[in-house]
């Protein structure tokens, strides 16, 4: 008989947009006991997590918690069910997951148009209002942090278009959340999808949303209670009812109520994590978590530039959280990405599409935002692109790094 080996995974230094290291704390928390998911204990766990994603997503809103399934999951739950088939449905697309909104939007049924950026850029807000203008969409869905070119596109007047021209905004900001500020209400965002396994530290497997009043009522219209559990009271929708059981928000939010009424069986262990992902932003402060993204995003840029690396996109665009840096010519960027890992322990990450083979992306997210994995990246690089026959600046980047960190200027 074949034996398998006790699992023993490599203790890495992860510097990609995601998944990134787990703070021990939320380990921790993923190895209590299993409750049932009606149990009281359970119940006052699952208000509290709704309490301090409300806090997270900057909101009012009575709904925030979250989907269970990676952050495709959240994205395709709001989609699925706000977009109507038949509704118009604007995507501004700045990348690969811009094109993932598209794809979905498509799939809901919607007609679908796009106006596209050059990767690299963000829009001019003005631009995507004048397109919401012409257009007249039921909903506009976009991108907040692009992580596959490293961009932060701004959000608040878009918002305040959508809401003069009574279109719902549907955000992804599955890797801003948590390490970038994120406004919903002041920003006048509709729905917001977050991420779990980006900036605040928890393995993949939930995805945080927020919707508000406008959303809610859109989706109220669709919804439909599981035949196995109609009562005589329960009307059907007044719209196509949601195309997708598990994603259907109707359903889950009527979960995530005092009705707890039955859907899906919770996630137990992953709920255990995101709560305790969320403890730990909450204990720093979401402004102090943005203040130490900002400091080791610096400490990097520093040092890449130091030894004579080039950053690629529009410096103005930039996400503070995904740093791409453009392959020198000549240099085989999977060879060093894999002495990097292989030697060094640390992962960075390739890219897509048309960038595949000319950038690196670099994240500095959540828990592994910290000083030593910054210097120690810098360090690896240094020492793997001299290895390939970079004429690269020697001990320049470190050294650059290090005056960051030691400057008084925070
Ligand atoms: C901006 C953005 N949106 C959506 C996703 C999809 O998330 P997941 O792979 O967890 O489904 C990602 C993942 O990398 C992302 O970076």
Redesign the pocket.
Known sequence: MKRYEDLSPSLRCIMT??PVEVDPRVLRAMSYPVLGQFDPEFTDIMNETMEMLRELFATGNKWAYPVD?????G?EAVMVSLIAPGDRVLIPVFGR?GH?LHEIAERCGAEVFTIEQTWGSVFPPEDVIAAIRSFKPDVVAI??????TGRVQPLAEIGRACREQDALLIV?A??TIGGVPVETDAWMLDAV?G?T??CLSVP?GM?PVTYNERAEAKLLKRKQVERGLRTGSDEASELPVVRSNYFDLGMLQDYWSPQRLNHHTEMTSMLYALREGLRLVLEEGLEARHVRHRLHERALVAGLTAMGLELYGDPESKLTVVTCVLIPEGIDGEAVRSMLLNHFGIEIASSFGPLKGLIWRIGTMGFSCRENNVLRLLGALEAALVRHGFAVSAGRGVQAALDVYESKVR
């Open positions: 947009p995601g399934g990676t952050s495709r999951s994205i997951f993932l991108v907040h942090g692009e992580t596959s992804d599955v890797a999808v991420g396994q980006k993949s995805s």
